[in-house]
């Protein structure tokens, strides 16, 4: 009998596994795969999400190191660039593995490629079924990322405006780091509509991908071969698709005994995709509630709290991304445009992505802002086709 099961081994679960075994909790960790193992992912670790871990991550994983962001859009471009880092690049092979291990250190119970396939909530225990036998716990939290089933278990399956779908390639570098430097990372607005594609650098290679809500990015392949070939890449390099949930909207994230974090709780920036922050601090959250519940009552009701604690952390900025990225499916041109074509637009967007604004502060300024710019840009265009014609 466990005091807490956690089902994977992803930044959701690794960071709940250590401080549950922090914290002292007798904790099993089961993951289906062997680590090291292969993870869609763009790898982008923003500052937030370092703060989260009670330890430096070590040098030799920073890929690089990023200062800038540039926005394309039908042929424009733009850059914000700041003193402070927007990220560092990781492959998550090697991110998963040390947070794994920095989990193992704690003193909990690892079974990689063990595969959950069932659990059952009991009054005083959760039963949890495996490929391999079966185990009982006070607790558990299901961190099975967003493909995972279990989650459903708790949480409703979302609809398809309520997720993406994303393809990524890992591509080495052969002659285009003029053009992709190693401290910025690309995002290209517009692609197969309403969707985005991106070009992150990682030292040795690129991960080059597309993305999109699973409503509207029809034939995804097809897309990502169009976005490798027109950067320069080989379009039938090899590439891997993935689920991404839709931040921001009201998932139940917790039955009595068992909690849903990270990417199976479907906590996500709607918007820039960032997740590892969320699955790192919902992880910690759940196993904080839990640590409470068993020092105190053994109350199982307590768990609520955990759905209040997500909601009030972030919870508001969440939502606010989900705005964003709805404004931006309504009014692709306009949105597009101004994050495309504005300095300050772009660069305030900066102060989002490194935690120095909310989202709610950003709409805020952006929206009264947003028929100026168009009138602006309207002038603009005005002025120069005026001289043109001249
Ligand atoms: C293409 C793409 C690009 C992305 N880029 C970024 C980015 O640049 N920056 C960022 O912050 N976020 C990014 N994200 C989001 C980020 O990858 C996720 O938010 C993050 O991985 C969530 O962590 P997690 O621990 O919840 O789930 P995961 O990382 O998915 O881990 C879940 C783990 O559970 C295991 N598992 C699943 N089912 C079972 C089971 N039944 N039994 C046992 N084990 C199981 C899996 O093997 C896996 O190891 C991206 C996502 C995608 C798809």
């Not at 993951?31 to 030799?60: I, M, N, W």
């Not at 090899?238 to 921001?248: E, K, L, Q, Y």
């Amino acid at each position: 009998m466990f005091d807490l099961i956690v089902v994977g081994g992803g930044p959701a679960g690794s960071s709940a596994a250590r401080l549950a075994g922090n914290l002292g909790l007798e904790t099993l960790l089961l993951e289906k795969e062997q680590f090291p193992r292969y993870k869609a992912c763009g790898g982008a670790v923003t500052e937030q999400a370092l703060s989260y871990l009670d330890f430096d991550l070590p040098a030799h994983l920073r890929e690089a190191t990023i200062f800038a962001m540039r926005v394309h859009y039908e042929g424009r471009s733009i850059e914000a660039r700041g003193e402070n880092p927007l990220a560092v690049m990781v492959s998550r092979s090697a991110f998963d593995a040390l947070l794994l291990e920095k989990a193992r250190q704690s003193g909990i119970t690892a079974r990689m490629g063990e595969r959950v396939r069932g659990l059952e909530e009991k009054e005083n225990a959760v039963e949890v079924f495996t490929d391999q036998g079966a185990y009982e716990a006070t607790f558990v939290i299901v961190a099975e990322g967003a493909q995972g089933t279990l989650q459903h278990g708790i949480r409703s399956r979302d609809r398809k405006d309520e997720y993406g779908v994303c393809l990524v390639a890992e591509i080495q570098n052969e002659g285009t780091s003029q053009e992709y430097p190693q401290d910025a990372i690309d995002i290209h607005f517009g692609i197969g509509g309403m969707g985005y594609g991106w070009v992150f650098p990682h030292g040795e290679y690129r991960s080059v991908g597309i993305g999109g809500l699973a409503s509207s990015l029809h034939r995804p392949r097809r897309i990502m071969a169009g976005f490798l070939r027109d950067r320069g890449f080989d379009p039938n390099h090899r590439m891997t698709g993935h689920m991404i949930p839709a931040g921001g909207i009201r998932r139940t994230l917790a039955s009595r005994r068992i909690l849903l974090a990270g990417d199976a709780a479907g906590l996500l920036d709607s918007f820039t995709g960032e997740g590892i922050a969320y699955a790192i601090r919902s992880g910690q959250n759940a196993v904080k509630v839990i640590g409470d519940s068993l020092s105190s009552s053994g109350d199982s009701e307590a768990l609520r709290e955990y759905q209040t604690i997500c909601e009030e952390e972030f919870g508001a900025n969440l939502r606010y991304s989900l705005l964003l990225a709805r404004l931006m499916h309504r009014f692709p041109g306009v949105l597009f445009k101004l994050l495309a074509g504005s300095q300050d637009v772009i660069d305030n967007f900066a102060r989002v992505a490194t935690a120095q604004w909310t989202y709610e502060r950003y709409l805020r300024w952006l929206i009264p802002r947003m028929p100026k710019y168009l009138l602006q840009r309207q002038r603009k265009a005005a002025r120069s086709a005026g001289g043109n014609r001249r």
